[in-house]
């Protein structure tokens, strides 16, 4: 670990969050887009766990390092529970839309649209 | 240049490599095979970095189970070939990827480049392995953990009640 700097790690997180976010901009295909919701996901998760293990901040100074550490793999571990609950979720919906209306292209459904 | 740097290099490439990927194959098997790559090679960053226990855990989850779920409703949606989607113009995506770089360029000289000076990590790497992790769960956050149980409790029910529906 000795020589990696905090920055390589911020930047790979930046850009797998930024090809995300192109990714559920763009894709008609609502699995596809779920799978960028999880590429987002781990952005943020690596960004989480190198800022805990790189913190050397004044701003949260009253905070003692091990606590930091903690809580950077607490939100990691709790995001991932929420992805998991998620993806469930909605694949579920995927396929309910799927098997009424015999179609998953995302710029079909707009029956919500006022 | 350490052997470290080398592979944390070339992982990182790896990385941007297979999240490129999964926007852009358009079939979207090929889409969650790039995705679980990428998935395990995050999984690998974080060993890096001395998390065994969420390291482990992401590649369990992610890799073992999400991609699982992903190519099982892929596999009975049965989006073959001629069912797969026409996709947006290039000239709408050429635009995507410009606003992109554009808050990517935001993000890095105003967020990312001011932490220049955070080159080695300060924190102790014993915090990483799974006693540790089990006693913050278990003691600190035991709340969370538990709204946790509950959340996933919802999804299970709420899922195979979309899935059982008929009609």
């Known amino acids: ?114 | 240049m350490t052997v470290e740097t080398v592979a944390f290099v070339i992982l990182s490439l790896l990385a941007v490599i297979s999240a490129v990927g999964v926007i852009a194959f358009k079939s979207p098997v090929r889409s969650a095979i790039c995705l679980a790559g990428n998935f395990f090679i995050l999984g690998v960053l974080y060993f890096m970095m001395n998390y065994d226990l969420i390291g482990i855990s992401q590649i369990l989850v992610y890799t073992g189970l999400i991609m699982m779920l992903f190519l099982f409703v892929i596999l009975l949606l049965n989006l073959s070939a001629p069912q797969m989607l026409q996709e947006k113009s290039y000239i709408k995506w050429w635009g995507a990827v410009a606003v992109a770089g554009a808050l990517g360029i935001v993000v890095f000289s105003q967020v990312i480049m001011p932490l220049e000076w955070a080159v080695n990590p300060t924190s102790n790497p014993e915090l990483g392995t799974t006693k540790s992790v089990g006693t913050a769960l278990f003691s600190n956050y035991v709340y969370g953990f538990e709204i946790c149980s509950i959340l996933l409790l919802v999804g299970i029910v709420g899922s195979i009640l979309l899935a059982k529906r008929r009609g």
């Open chain 1, 1 to 114: 670990m000795e020589g990696i700097p905090l920055m390589g790690f911020l930047a790979l997180g930046a850009v797998m969050f930024l090809i995300g976010a192109v990714g559920v901009v763009m894709k008609r295909n609502p699995i596809v887009i779920f799978m960028c919701i999880e590429l987002m996901l781990n952005a943020a998760n690596l960004t989480f766990l190198s800022f805990a293990r790189y913190h050397e901040f004044p701003l949260i100074g009253m905070i003692s390092k091990d606590a930091t550490v903690m809580n950077g793999q607490m939100a990691v571990v709790f995001v991932m529970a929420v992805a998991a609950a998620e993806v469930a979720i909605g694949l579920g919906i995927i396929m309910a839309i799927f098997r009424t209306k015999e179609t998953i292209d995302i710029d079909e459904m707009n029956i919500l649209r006022g």
